[in-house]
């Protein structure tokens, strides 16, 4: 791989959130205390070293950028105040934008003022839109996919993920050809039972259970040296209660579809709290609302070491996630009452619209590492 020097990338990497790298003498305290460093890796030291030299092809080029899972011992531990952690948080989002072939990541990553406006602007297009086709509905009932028929919210719905995928593939396709432009592994056969174990590994145990970042990754209380946190307020379940909630959810809504379609049962229709669509739509909104609101919380009191910086997309990204989960709940009160309440079709609105957005921007935002993450830990294991 030619090394390429681009005088930009320090700069570059300043306006995605990075802190004064400058500080960072490469003296490795850094990679010497990442638990997931391990087996002489560089890491997070050599993407340092890469942002210093104006490398922007390797930096790219590194799958070990998503390997990081921001528990900033680094940072703790540097002797220079560099702050490695929030410059790997940076370089990912780096990442994403150079994935990203219409530049709106890029926006969103780098301009508070766009990234407001564009995300405020795109859930009011897709609320106003489904608004435009409504029906009137009966005051008597709450009646969701009355006032706006079920066939726009789902066909509606298929026109935003093809959108996303589209923008997924083109991401994806862009991460494996830096990425194969890389240092490659030498004397590695990679059999078919090897490929199995590493996609294994790489979404199963990692991306999914999140293996080492419960093992390996620990959560101590800030201000408390060496206390680890309550069990309810460890950083992996938080994460994982946040990731779960959102997938659950989704889940939740696809199989509600599948049943429509199937003549099971009509969208909307109010069934028991034990009726399995409802139940795992209930557990998963309810992980969804309290891993966020931690996440929230603690980035507003900057209560421990990985929340002391956050940016536009940090916050941007949990917002909508609450307020998915929040409208929902509120939905599903409404949906119970005797009582149509003034306030449950403009909710609806709100509530739909801002789980396309989410849905639609996941190729651009913070979400982006559930597509990155997997691929970059697949290609590690199978360097070895």
């Not at 940072?75 to 994935?99: K, L, N, Q």
Request: proline share 5%; hydrophobic share 50%.
């Amino acid at each position: 791989m030619t090394a390429r020097v681009d005088h930009n990338l320090y700069p570059e990497l300043r306006r995605f959130g990075a802190t004064d790298i400058s500080a960072c003498y490469n003296c490795g305290v850094c990679s010497a205390i990442c638990p997931l460093s391990v087996d002489g890796a560089s890491f997070p030291r050599r993407m340092s070293r890469y942002a210093q030299l104006g490398l922007r092809d390797k930096l790219l080029a590194s799958p070990e950028l998503w390997a990081c899972y921001g528990c900033a011992e680094c940072t703790e531990a540097c002797p220079t105040g560099a702050d490695p952690a929030s410059f790997m948080a940076a370089a990912r989002r780096y990442a994403v934008a150079g994935y990203d072939r219409t530049r709106l990541a890029y926006a969103l990553s780098t301009s508070r003022v766009f990234a407001v406006v564009f995300i405020a602007a795109l859930v009011t297009l897709l609320a106003g839109f489904m608004y435009s086709v409504h029906r009137p509905a009966d005051g008597a009932t709450v009646a969701f996919f009355e006032f706006i028929p079920s066939d726009v919210i789902h066909n509606m719905g298929i026109a935003v993920m093809a959108v996303m995928g589209v923008a997924t593939v083109v991401g994806v396709f862009e991460m494996v050809r830096h990425v194969r432009r890389g240092p490659a592994q030498t004397g590695t056969k990679i059999t078919a039972r090897k490929a199995a174990d590493a996609a294994f590994y790489a979404v199963a145990t990692e991306s999914l259970a999140q293996t080492r970042f419960r093992a390996d990754c620990a959560d101590t209380a800030a201000g408390e040296s060496g206390d680890a946190r309550p069990w309810y307020l460890q950083r992996w379940l938080i994460h994982f209660a946040t990731m779960w909630g959102f997938l659950g959810l989704l889940g939740a809504t696809m199989l509600d579809y599948g049943l429509e379609l199937a003549g099971i049962k009509a969208t909307g229709t109010p069934v028991p709290i034990w009726y399995p669509v409802r139940l795992l739509g209930t557990l998963a909104g309810a992980a969804l609302i309290y891993g966020t609101t931690v996440m929230i919380v603690r980035r507003l009191r900057k209560s421990d070491r990985s929340s002391a910086h956050s940016t536009t997309s940090d916050w941007s990204f949990l917002a909508l996630l609450w307020i998915a989960g929040a409208t929902g709940f509120i939905l599903e009160l409404a949906l119970y009452l005797p009582q149509a309440p003034a306030w449950s079709y403009p909710t609806f609105l709100v509530h739909v619209g801002v789980a396309m957005a989410l849905v639609l921007l996941v190729p651009f935002g913070k979400f982006a590492h559930v597509i990155y993450r997997p691929l970059a830990l697949l290609t590690i294991r199978l360097r070895g």
